[in-house]
Every structure is written in C-alpha cells, then in structure tokens.
C-alpha cells in the first residue's frame, strides 16, 4: 500500500525566504507526481506535474524535483510571498498501463508573514 | 473551460436521508474520480472511472455509498442512508487520460445532522 508522509506538517516563516517542503512515498512505481495547493475551504489547484522520466519541473518561483528511486520529491518556492500561505498536497501516481490513482500526503501547511 | 463542475456546494441533510452529489468532468476528459477530504484522514480516494467504467471502488467505505456515471459527461455520488460520520467534503477530479494530470472541483460540503 502506497503511503505517502510530508516533512513538515506546518511552517510559518517571514515573507521572502526561500522553502523547501518534502515529499516522501514508499512504492517507487509511480507514473508522475503531482503538487497541489490548497486554499482554507476551497479545492485542490494543480501546481506542477513530474513524470517519472523527468527529474524536475518549474513554474515561476515554484520548482519541484522527483527521485523516483528514492521515493522522494521536494517543492522548492523562491521568494516566499504572504499569498503562498495554503496547504501543499503531493500526490504520486500509482497505475498500470491503463489505470491511476493519486494517492495523496496530509500535506504542509504554510504561512508567510508580511 | 469551466472546469470540474460540482454541485451542490453546500448540502446539510438530516440522518437517515439520500444525498446525491453530482459532478461534470472537463470535457474529453476520460478518467473520473471521487475523493472524500476530512480532517482526521485527508483526502481518500473514493472509486474511479475510465471511460465511464468503474475500475476501483475499493475505497467506498460502506454499502451505503454508491457511484454511477452514466456518460462521459456526467456521474453521481450517492449517500443512502446518510449518517453523521458522512460529513466532509466530497471532491470530484478529472484527468484527459488514467495517467494523466488531475484537475479538481470545487467540491460539496457535506453536513450530516
């Protein structure tokens, strides 16, 4: 059963400093591995998606890397900004050839103080 | 597009009544799936659909819970009898393809009285 932990629950940090949130899963056999941000009481907004093949992938300030044979990928955010301040979901993929299901982390809870 | 479309937003029903939660997928969009978020376990992966077929329904906690997608554009989550352990919010996501990247709803707030 695929478990999927994320380091740290909870992080509050001054407005402009550089983040790293931790993903780790135990079933290596995954089809990619989405981030998702989630706002209090709202739905899930996709960020990045990293296929297995790939090691990273980036948006704006946000960068995200994948070791597959880990079990780990990290969210890296530059510059943190008060509007960062959500939920970070990591979700790897797990399927066959023509199935897949997100499996997802309790997430990190992020604020950003001006 | 519009994107995942859910509805109702809020629902609040007593114990013991049929809930129905609805969901339009994005359009050519062929796997569909149903989450259930609560505090104390996250977000749970409900059942799924490729192609309007269910393919995993093994996270539907009870017989209670039962699921349908009628067509590529349509499908139903539906609670009878509710209870009040039901509560949470019930999230529905699409995907253009099984590996594809999820897009999520808005999803339904449920409250069991």
């Known amino acids: 059963k695929q478990e999927v932990t994320q380091i740290p629950a909870a992080l509050s940090v001054p407005e402009g400093e550089n983040l790293v949130l931790n993903c780790s899963f135990t079933?290596?056999?995954?089809?990619?591995l989405q981030w998702f941000r989630q706002d209090p009481g709202k739905g899930l907004t996709s960020l990045l998606l990293?296929?297995?093949?790939?090691r990273e992938q980036t948006s704006g300030r946000l960068n995200a890397s994948l070791d597959k044979s880990s079990g780990r990928s990290t969210l890296y955010i530059a510059a943190s900004q008060p509007g960062d301040s959500a939920t970070y979901l990591c979700a790897p993929l797990l399927g066959s050839s023509n199935t897949g299901k997100l499996i997802f982390g309790q997430g990190t809870t992020l604020q950003v103080k001006p | 597009d519009a994107g995942v479309i859910q509805s109702p937003r809020h629902e609040v029903t007593e114990m013991g009544q049929e809930v129905t939660l609805r969901c339009k997928p994005i359009s050519g969009h062929n796997s569909l799936f149903w989450y259930r978020q609560t505090m104390m376990r996250g977000l749970e992966l409900l059942i799924y659909f490729n192609n309007n077929v269910p393919i995993d329904d093994s996270g539907m906690p009870e017989d209670r819970f039962s699921a349908k997608m009628p067509n590529a554009s349509f499908s139903t989550l539906k609670i009878q009898p509710s209870e009040p352990r039901d509560s949470a919010v019930y999230f529905c996501?699409?995907?253009?393809?099984?590996?594809?990247?999820?897009?999520f709803g808005s999803g339904t707030r449920l409250t069991v009285v």
């Open positions: 990293i296929q297995s093949s790939q």
């Open positions: 996501a699409s995907s253009p393809w099984a590996q594809g990247g999820y897009t």
């Open positions: 079933d290596s056999a995954i089809y990619n």
